[in-house]
């Protein structure tokens, strides 16, 4: 086990200890290039309002619906987010809890 993941194991192992449940890591290099202001707001308004699709989140932020999506596939490739599946639409929301980026040391 390499210098890097040992030390994302024992942030883990650490943040469990701390009473954290339910939390993903993420590293700082893909933090900084995934949570641009764009996609936090996605977050964000995932987190405070009840969204029923994706055509519906585009459509409270008034963004492309195309690029809204685009978004939202690359947070669900870094399991930020998820989908729940119903009548034809898919409705985001976050994946976890807690979402902390990997220390430096």
Do not use: C, W
């Amino acid at each position: 086990m390499g210098i890097k993941t040992r030390t994302k194991v024992e942030f883990a192992r650490r943040l469990a200890q701390a009473g954290y449940e339910d939390f993903l890591v993420l590293e700082k290099d893909d933090a900084e290039s995934v949570l641009t202001p764009k996609r936090q707001e996605l977050l964000e308004t995932i987190a405070t309002e009840d969204i029923e699709s994706i055509t519906d989140l585009a459509n409270r932020l008034d963004r492309d619906v195309s690029i809204v999506h685009r978004d939202l596939d690359l947070l669900f490739k870094y399991s930020l987010v998820a989908y729940e599946e119903s009548g034809g639409r898919k409705a985001p929301y976050l994946k976890h809890e807690h979402v902390f980026v990997e220390p430096l040391v």
